[in-house]
């Protein structure tokens, strides 16, 4: 059975839209292998925040085990894990309970060899160099990175994200993407994930390939598919 396509707003966005009855789908879960209940090691996260494109999000690292994963983020009540048709294993949704800015998830993908190949930041934790991290404006990630290709994925209107299609900028030789859902009250794009995979390999997104039909080339920096593609935008 194809698993449920997992999109989870972070709690304080969830917040904002409270208005109009949104809520994230409900991926469809596995259980966790056996781990302490108990949060992640706080140095790590108070130190290690950085996300480096190709390499890391934080602690955690493109090429680390499964295990590893768990060791950094210890599985809580709140977290989830659910298969991954794209790299063949799973995901696990580590949900950042303690951030004082608002909660929010850290995806980390792991394919068939129990081997991390993305990783997905969804919270204010973690920002890049240039002090980018979600919610921020496209005008601050347009300045810092200047090489970036944009994308659409087709999937269909979500309220969750703003019942539009998301929109991707990749760059594909560092290894890094953000990803974009919309805003209606604000009318505009909001940066949704910071995601990091490996330079010059295909990103999955939100668990597709870049063979589906549903992912399509779009000029460079567009915000909006055109409405020939989405004609219900």
């Known amino acids: 059975m194809k698993p449920a396509l997992t999109l989870v707003l ?20 596995q259980p966790f292998t056996a781990v302490a209940a108990q949060g992640p090691d706080d140095n790590s996260l108070s130190t290690q925040v950085t996300i480096e494109p190709g390499s890391r999000v934080g ?5 680390d085990t ?7 983020f210890p599985k809580k009540a709140e977290d989830q894990e659910w298969e991954d048709k794209c790299g063949g294993g799973t995901t696990l949704d580590w949900v950042d309970a303690q951030n004082s800015n608002g909660h929010g998830d850290l995806f980390i993908r792991v394919n068939k060899k129990g081997k991390i ?3 997905e930041s969804a919270t204010t934790r973690f920002h890049t160099a240039e002090g980018i991290t979600i919610f921020d404006h496209v005008e601050k990630i347009a300045e810092a990175y200047k090489d970036l290709r944009a994308y659409t994925l087709l999937t269909p209107p979500d309220p969750a994200r703003g019942d539009r299609p998301l929109i991707f900028w990749i760059d594909k030789r560092r290894g890094i993407a953000f990803e974009f859902a919309y805003y209606p009250k604000e009318r505009k794009r909001y940066l949704y994930k910071i995601i990091v995979f490996e330079p ?17 080339t779009l000029a460079p920096y567009a915000l909006e598919p055109p409405i020939d593609l989405a004609p219900n935008q």
């Open 10 to 29: 972070p709690t304080v966005l969830l917040l904002g839209l409270s208005g109009r009855g949104a809520t994230p789908a409900t991926p469809r879960l």
């Open 59 to 63: 602690p955690i690292k493109l090429g």
């Open 66 to 72: 499964r295990d590893r994963a768990l060791e950094l």
């Open 117 to 119: 190949f993305q990783i």
């Open 200 to 216: 010059n390999k295909n990103i999955c997104p939100e668990d597709e390939t870049v063979g589906s039909p549903k992912w399509q």
